[in-house]
């Protein structure tokens, strides 16, 4: 049964979910705002779940959820749709990068990316690369990962055509249906991130 779940982006007056707070999400949280590159992290996860997600508070827990240290790669920050994740910050050597420095990936739609664009992107925004091998089974055919230093975030995304192609690619696999990992999702930081 395909899902009808309307083209849309941005926050609305809906109010925040009801939850139950887990000690252990707050002690994860936390240990992110800890970190001295904690005030991007949170800047840009906010643009992120704000621009990027479709509907994200009618649809948090449901078709997308944010986990800070998962057990599966303890990274800092982990956004999944469906199944896959679709935007993480890590340790760049653990995801193609160098060094110990953070890093963020970010799954755009291929359709939007030709080699020319690839090409101007990668030199407009510092430290930007593209790994098409790098991609999830359960993820859409059209995935492509981007990768890039924390503080390109902001260049790479004020090109319209790299909005879009985010957009889209999310939109897809939010049609695939709800998450099976609900029990993942950190409901204390997206009200950090959300009410602040």
Same mark, same amino acid.
């Given at each position: ?26 002690? &994860?949280? #936390?240990? /992110? ?8 992290? =949170?800047? @840009? ?78 030199? &407009?925004? #510092?430290? /930007? ?8 089974? =359960?993820? @859409? ?56």
């Amino acid at each position: 049964m395909k899902n009808n779940i309307p083209y849309r982006f941005g926050l609305t007056s809906e109010p925040l979910k009801l939850f139950d707070p887990k000690e252990k999400n707050n002690r &994860r949280l #936390e240990k /992110l705002l800890k970190l001295k590159e904690a005030s991007l992290i =949170t800047k @840009i996860c906010r643009h992120y779940i704000t621009n990027f997600i479709p509907d994200p508070i009618a649809n948090e827990n449901e078709y997308w959820i944010i986990s800070c240290y998962p057990s599966t790669d303890n990274s800092p920050v982990r956004i999944s749709i469906w199944f896959p994740e679709v935007f993480n910050i890590t340790i760049a050597r653990h995801y193609f990068g160098a060094g110990n420095g953070l890093q963020c990936m970010v799954f755009v739609h291929r359709e939007f990316w030709d080699s020319k664009a690839i090409h101007d992107a990668e030199k &407009r925004v #510092e430290g /930007l690369f593209f790994h098409p091998g790098y991609r999830f089974v =359960t993820g @859409i055919r059209e995935q492509l990962a981007a990768f890039m230093p924390l503080n390109s975030y902001s260049k790479f995304v004020e090109d319209e055509q790299t909005y879009e192609s985010i957009r889209a690619h999310n939109y897809e696999l939010t049609l695939k249906g709800r998450t099976p990992f609900k029990k993942g999702h950190n409901y204390e930081f997206v009200r950090y991130l959300l009410e602040h």
